[in-house]
């Protein structure tokens, strides 16, 4: 390291620009201790799920491809697997990659978006079947862009109602998911709040008449309930009947905006897809930009501290800049520049290396 800093500051002096070799130097720290954390992780996965050196190598190599790709950082996503390992997943990289996807597209912190995960896939017994886990997130995320929808509440709401579905009768994820997000769309109630108060509501529909689905009986009871003047006695008999004391207001505002629910119903249905666009436009964004950025910056120093050949092209640079009053007489042109930066930053790029960090 303490060649290449000094042949950084010969270049800077050469450049006319004598903060560059400051400024890489800094940045080579950052990297550094980021690699450092990685590198932390990485161990720590290996004791956990046994993994070989090799497959370490390989995960370390993802984990910077995901951050690139989604503008999120290469611990994150390991720390993602981490846990996904922890809770008995085999596919513990591609759940902890939809994590990423999900984070990205929806603005979720880490863990959020890693328990919001592991939440519908323990609702539906998808036992980590990311085709079908996908399938249900890009329904809700269609739904949270269509309506306005607070997504960070719409996931605490699925977290909290997959807890409760074993008292619920068997509700699809379509229905139950448009029933969650009309319930955060006309109340200013939680996630939490609104699964509770849908359970309770669900249960007393099927106490009523166990066999019929009990979404259709509460669409029906929306009919019924809309035709009846404002301030009948029969609606509050029905919002007593049904919601009880706790939940009535809830039930009045659900039942009075139930054509939310059919068009959020379309929206879930019509979603293909909505992730990853949102996850790409995000990562496109400045701050995505800069991200995906960093990932890729430290990378390459993971790429260029771990290069066998790397003391052989500090050398040989400082050969070629030795004894020159220009760099650019020394290299000819700014093309040829950049042909030896690459091949620095290209070192034993292929196949990767295990990640170490050496100061």
């Not at 890489?24 to 550094?32: I, R, V, Y």
């Not at 939440?119 to 306005?148: C, F, I, P, S």
């Not at 607070?150 to 579905?165: C, D, R």
């Not at 293909?272 to 910056?297: C, I, K, Y």
Request: aromatic share 4%.
């Amino acid at each position: 390291m303490d060649d290449l800093k000094s042949l950084l500051q010969n270049i800077s002096e050469k450049l006319g620009f004598p903060n560059l070799a400051s400024l890489f130097s800094d940045k080579f720290q950052e990297s550094l201790s980021e690699l450092k954390e990685i590198d932390s992780t990485l161990t720590e996965i290996g004791k956990s799920a046994s993994l070989t050196d090799s497959k370490l190598q390989e995960l370390g190599d993802t984990s910077f491809k995901v951050a690139a790709r989604f503008g999120t950082t290469a611990n994150d996503y390991l720390d993602g697997v981490q846990q996904m390992i922890d809770s008995g997943y085999k596919n513990a990289a591609q759940m902890a990659e939809l994590s990423a996807l999900v984070q990205t597209a929806d603005n979720l912190q880490t863990d959020l978006a890693n328990d919001y995960i592991m939440a519908a896939d323990n609702a539906y017994d998808y036992a980590g079947n990311v085709e079908k886990l996908t399938k249900l997130l890009d329904g809700q995320n269609q739904m949270a862009r269509e309506n306005t929808l607070n997504m960070e509440e719409l996931a605490n709401a699925t977290i909290a109602a997959s807890e409760l579905l074993s008292d619920l009768p068997d509700i699809p994820e379509n229905k139950l998911s448009a029933l969650l997000g009309t319930g955060l769309s006309v109340s200013n109630d939680s996630g939490k709040d609104v699964a509770a108060a849908i359970k309770d509501i669900m249960a007393s529909l099927n106490a009523m008449d166990s066999l019929r689905d009990p979404i259709e009986l509460l669409s029906e009871l929306a009919d019924t309930y809309n035709a009846l003047p404002d301030g009948s006695a029969k609606k509050m008999e029905l919002l007593s009947d049904i919601g009880g004391g706790n939940h009535a207001d809830f039930l009045d505002s659900l039942l009075s905006n139930w054509e939310r629910y059919d068009k959020m119903l379309s929206d879930f249905g019509n979603a293909s897809g909505s992730m990853m666009s949102d996850a790409e436009n995000s990562a496109n964004s400045l701050d995505g930009a800069l991200n995906s950025l960093s990932s890729t910056w430290t990378a390459t120093v993971n790429n260029v501290i771990n290069s066998d050949e790397l003391t052989n092209i500090v050398e040989t640079l400082n050969a070629l800049l030795g004894g020159v009053n220009n760099v650019t007489e020394a290299l000819g042109s700014a093309k040829t520049l950049g042909a030896i930066g690459g091949g620095i930053l290209s070192a034993k790029n292929a196949g990767g290396h295990k990640l170490s960090c050496p100061i």
